[in-house]
């Protein structure tokens, strides 16, 4: 059955902190790691990536921190702005299967 | 062209009634992806097809008929839903099955109430 509360859980930051969000994964097959963005009324929007052979992808203010070892995957996010208000997904995958979705989490910023 | 394109954005339907989601992408994507959305909840993966065939159906109730008539449009026809289905449905499209480097690309989704 699920394990899922009915509440998100929140990450709430500054405007101009740093944030850090993380995602246990469950696949410790899964080869392939995202990051999505979704904001309220809108499809999943793609941040970033990282291959399982890496542990350490930079983008544009964001970071994904992947250690395979405990199977968890982290964005960080620098000098959060308002925009970045959203609710965060990690999503996994094995070549040749669809994407798997984590729980997300709310990001919360205070100007 | 670069976006999924979902319609209607909403839809409201009764428990007897047969509807359609419409999602179309001209992006040269072969495979496409039908999710579930609860609120609060992370996208469950429904169906997919590659190269315009069915390869994945995740045990979903056959109240949802998925078709893809060409490599451009995917459709989901619903009849006789239950208000449980109430969520949002969510399109996507990739280049390959697995995703690979270019990820998926999602549509905006339609908002369902089924009443």
């Known amino acids: 059955g699920e394990s899922v509360g009915l509440h998100l859980p929140t990450l709430s930051v500054q405007e101009g902190d740093n944030s850090i969000i993380n995602c246990a994964y469950s696949?410790?097959?899964?080869?392939?790691f995202i990051w999505y963005k979704q904001e309220s009324g809108k499809g999943p929007q793609f941040i970033i990536d990282?291959?399982?052979?890496?542990d350490k992808r930079q983008g544009q203010r964001v970071t994904v921190l992947l250690n395979k070892t405990v199977k968890h995957l982290s964005l960080q996010i620098a000098a959060t702005q308002p925009g970045d208000s959203a609710v965060y997904f990690c999503?996994?995958?094995?070549?040749?299967?669809?994407?798997?979705f984590g729980s997300g989490t709310r990001l919360q910023v205070q100007p | 062209d670069t976006e999924v394109t979902q319609t209607p954005k909403h839809l409201v339907m009764g428990m007897t009634n047969k509807k359609s989601l419409k999602c179309e992408q001209h992006?040269?994507?072969?495979?496409m992806y039908w999710y579930k959305q609860k609120a609060k909840k992370p996208p469950e993966l429904m169906f997919v097809?590659?190269?315009?065939?069915?390869?994945i159906n995740e045990s979903v109730p056959s109240r949802f008929s998925p078709e893809c008539p060409n490599s451009s449009l995917l459709n989901l026809h619903l009849h006789a839903l239950q208000p449980e289905d109430s969520a949002l449905y969510l399109c996507?499209?990739?280049?390959?099955?697995?995703?690979?480097?270019?990820?998926?690309?999602f549509g905006s989704g339609t908002r369902l109430t089924v009443v």
């Open positions: 996507a499209s990739s280049q390959e099955k697995s995703g690979g480097a270019d990820g998926y690309t």
């Open positions: 696949n410790s097959a899964s080869d392939y």
């Open positions: 990282i291959r399982s052979n890496m």
């Open positions: 999503a996994e995958t094995l070549r040749g299967r669809a994407l798997t």
């Open positions: 992006m040269g994507h072969r495979a």
């Open positions: 097809y590659s190269y315009e065939k069915l390869s």
